[in-house]
């Protein structure tokens, strides 16, 4: 099971910050990748990127100068960072195992980009 | 990074059979088998019911099957029920550029 956790409501051009929490298995191991996943209110699916325990990422080319992601295998979880947002990242964040196959999703976690 | 494309919409009536498809390039989905299906309900999170074009996650029914031909793979749903109501998502793996793209979703209606 995936559990997301963070700010719900970001300010312009501050830095959106999440966390998943990984229960029930290891994010270790290096089977597996983790990514994270988010859908504007209404529209479809954008995969931001992931990242293996190793620490090595794979990200969006629209986003990857505004995303990082981390991972903290001593807290079995990894966490996303967006900056200088804007209205347009206003989405249901979603973390989620693996990338090119993502077999179990988190609920998601509304997250408003307003002033 | 273009989106796969699928069509807005499909419907059918309960017990037949309807087919969604995802177009892409060479590039994505005619380039590599990592063409995933997802079926989104109302207010719910995604849920994978075909992976590697064909291949089916326990627990999804076999009404569900997957195939590709060239640039464009497809999801056919078999025996329509009236729980298949949802949006569906296909994904395709993009290359070292691009790795993972989404289709804009296909909303099903069982009439």
């Known amino acids: 099971q995936l559990q997301e956790s963070g700010s719900r409501l970001v300010k312009p051009p501050q830095t959106l910050s999440l966390t998943c929490a990984v229960y029930g298995g290891s994010i270790s191991g290096g089977t597996y990748s983790w990514s994270w996943i988010r859908q504007p209110p209404g529209k479809g699916l954008e995969w931001i990127g992931d990242?293996?325990?190793?620490?090595?990422?794979y990200y969006n080319p629209s986003l990857k100068s505004r995303v990082s992601i981390s991972v903290d295998t001593s807290k079995n979880q990894f966490s996303v960072k967006v900056t200088s947002v804007t209205a347009a990242d206003t989405a249901l964040y979603y973390c989620?195992?693996?990338?090119?196959?993502?077999?179990?999703w988190g609920q998601g976690i509304l997250v408003t980009v307003s002033s | 990074q273009s989106a796969l494309t699928q069509p807005p919409s499909a419907s059918g009536s309960p017990g037949q059979s309807v087919t969604i498809s995802c177009t892409g390039t060479?590039?994505?989905?005619?380039?590599?088998?990592?063409v995933s299906w997802y079926q989104q309900e109302p207010g719910k999170a995604p849920k994978l019911i075909i992976f590697?074009?064909?291949k089916r996650p326990s627990g999804v029914p076999d009404r569900f099957s997957g195939s590709k031909f060239g640039n464009t793979a497809s999801l056919t749903v078999s025996g329509l029920q009236a729980e298949d109501e949802a949006d569906y998502y296909c994904?395709?793996?993009?290359?070292?550029?691009?790795?993972?793209?989404f289709g804009g979703g296909t909303k099903l209606t069982v009439l």
């Open positions: 060479s590039s994505d989905v005619g380039g590599y088998d990592y």
């Open positions: 994904s395709s793996y993009g290359g070292s550029e691009n790795f993972v793209i």
């Open positions: 989620a195992r693996g990338a090119t196959t993502l077999d179990s």
């Open positions: 990242i293996y325990d190793s620490g090595t990422t």
């Open positions: 590697e074009v064909i």
